[in-house]
């Protein structure tokens, strides 16, 4: 378990936050992890987030079935726009080896919901950054080749005047 990467805080926003999309609260007396694991509330908030995007929530069943829930989230995601780098293992949410991912997840569903404009919110995160793409002239372009940036760095004026590395050197003489 890799709980010293979790912020609780960030945990608490996303509860709120599914809470809120989803119109009910997180079983009382339950870890978050608990409440994720078998994935029936993760399914629900993506069916609120895009109605019909997981067929079939399975809610009774052995392990299976409760993992089956969270790979066809994970599915869920990705159609709705979730990069694939952004998911969590199966195994992370299950397990408990890494709820900090699952966390992280949540966030990139949140941001995703910037970019479906029929959601009309609550948002989770910010907002993604948006293409901001600019044209140049060929002029322009060659109008910088005979610049050179000061990140190049430049030597002009440097000397090691000045300059004192320790101690001077003694030199006794008689002993």
């Not at 299950?94 to 941001?111: E, H, S």
Request: net charge positive; proline share 4%.
């Amino acid at each position: 378990m890799v709980a010293g990467k979790r912020d609780r805080d960030q945990e608490r926003e996303a509860q709120h936050w599914i809470e809120t999309v989803i119109g009910e609260k997180f079983p009382a007396g339950h870890l978050y992890e608990d409440c994720l694991r078998d994935g029936i509330l993760l399914c629900r908030l993506m069916n609120r987030l895009s109605p019909g995007i997981v067929p079939k929530i399975n809610t009774s069943g052995g392990d299976y079935k409760m993992m089956d829930n969270i790979n066809q989230f994970q599915k869920a995601c990705i159609k709705y726009g979730v990069a694939d780098v952004d998911l969590f293992q199966t195994t992370d949410l299950w397990d408990r080896k890494n709820v900090a991912l699952v966390t992280t997840t949540i966030f990139a569903v949140g941001r995703a919901c910037y970019r479906h404009p029929e959601f009309r919110g609550p948002y989770l995160g910010p907002r993604p950054a948006e293409e901001n793409r600019r044209e140049f002239t060929e002029e322009q372009l060659r109008a910088g080749e005979g610049l050179i940036g000061l990140q190049a760095g430049s030597n002009k004026g440097a000397t090691q005047a000045g300059l004192n590395f320790g101690a001077t050197r003694k030199i006794l003489l008689g002993k």
